[in-house]
Antibody, heavy 117, light 113 residues
Framework: QVQLVQSGAEVKKPGSSVKVSCKASAGTFSSYPISWVRQAPGQGLEWMGRIIPILGTVNYALKFQGRVTITADESTGTAYMELSSLRSEDTALYYC??????????WGQGTLVTVSS | DIVMTQSPDSLAVSLGERATLNCRSSQSVLYSFNNKNSIAWYQQKPGQPPKLLIYWASAPFSGVPDRFSGSGSGTDFTLTISNLQAEDVAVYYCQQYYTTPYTFGQGTKLEIK
C-alpha cells in the first residue's frame, strides 16, 4: 500500500517562502513521477508541476515558473515543493501525488499553507 | 495549455438512477504510443484528497466500484455513475495528462435529488 505523508500546516508572511515535504512509505519512489497540485479554499484543483526522481527531470506550470522549485531526495524517498514570494492568493491546500503515466494514483493528505500578514 | 471544460457545474440525481458527467478537452489527448486517451477522472469528498477513479479514459482504478465507468474519444469524454449511491455525493474532476501542464476541469458537484 503506497502512502504519501506530507508535512504539517504552515502560516507564512507575504513575500516569504514555504517548503512542503512529501514522504513515500513504500514502493519504488524513484521510478514514479511525483506531482504537486494545489486547491484554494472552495476552489478546484490546480496542477503546479512534477518531478521524475530517477531522471531528475522537472516540469512546471508556466503560472508558477520562477516561483516554485520541486526536488526529490531518493535516499529518503521524499519529495519537496518550495514556493517563494508568497502572496495571499497562495493560501491553499497543497497535495503531492504519485503518478503512473500522469494519472495521480496515490495522494498525500494535503498541507494547508496560509499566507497572512 | 489544454483547457478542460466540464458540464454541468452541478448535478442532482435520484438514488439508484444514473449520473452522466461530461468533460471536453480543447485539443486531442490521444496518446499515439498506445492509442489511448490521456484522461483521468477523480472523486473528491469534503475534507479529503482526490481519489482516482478512471485512467486512460475508460480503465477503472483498483478497488473502484463497477458502477463507475468512463468513455469517450476525440475531445469529448464521459463519466457515468450507474445506480447512484448516497456515498457518491462528491465533486468530480477530469484531468488530461497528455502533455504538461496536466490540466483539470473545473469540477462537477454531484448531489442527491
Amino acid at each position: 500500500q503506497v502512502q504519501l505523508v506530507q508535512s504539517g500546516a504552515e502560516v507564512k508572511k507575504p513575500g516569504s517562502s514555504v517548503k512542503v515535504s512529501c514522504k513515500a512509505s513504500a514502493g519504488t519512489f524513484s521510478s514514479y513521477p511525483i506531482s504537486w497540485v494545489r486547491q484554494a479554499p472552495g476552489q478546484g484543483l490546480e496542477w503546479m508541476g512534477r518531478i521524475i526522481p530517477i531522471l531528475g527531470t522537472v516540469n512546471y506550470a508556466l503560472k508558477f515558473q520562477g516561483r516554485v522549485t520541486i526536488t526529490a531526495d531518493e535516499s529518503t524517498g521524499t519529495a519537496y515543493m518550495e514556493l517563494s514570494s508568497l502572496r495571499s492568493e497562495d493560501t491553499a491546500l497543497y497535495y503531492c501525488a504519485r503518478d503512473h503515466h500522469g494519472d495521480s494514483r496515490y495522494w498525500g493528505q494535503g498541507t494547508l499553507v496560509t499566507v497572512s500578514s | 495549455d489544454i483547457v478542460m471544460t466540464q458540464s454541468p457545474d452541478s448535478l442532482a440525481v435520484s438514488l439508484g438512477e444514473r449520473a452522466t458527467l461530461n468533460c471536453r478537452s480543447s485539443q486531442s489527448v490521444l496518446y499515439s504510443f498506445n492509442n489511448k486517451n490521456s484522461i483521468a477522472w477523480y472523486q473528491q469528498k469534503p475534507g479529503q484528497p482526490p481519489k482516482l477513479l478512471i485512467y486512460w479514459a475508460s480503465a477503472p482504478f483498483s478497488g473502484v466500484p463497477d458502477r463507475f465507468s468512463g468513455s469517450g474519444s476525440g475531445t469529448d469524454f464521459t463519466l457515468t455513475i450507474s445506480n447512484l449511491q448516497a456515498e457518491d455525493v462528491a465533486v468530480y474532476y477530469c484531468q488530461q495528462y497528455y502533455t504538461t501542464p496536466y490540466t483539470f476541469g473545473q469540477g462537477t458537484k454531484l448531489e442527491i435529488k
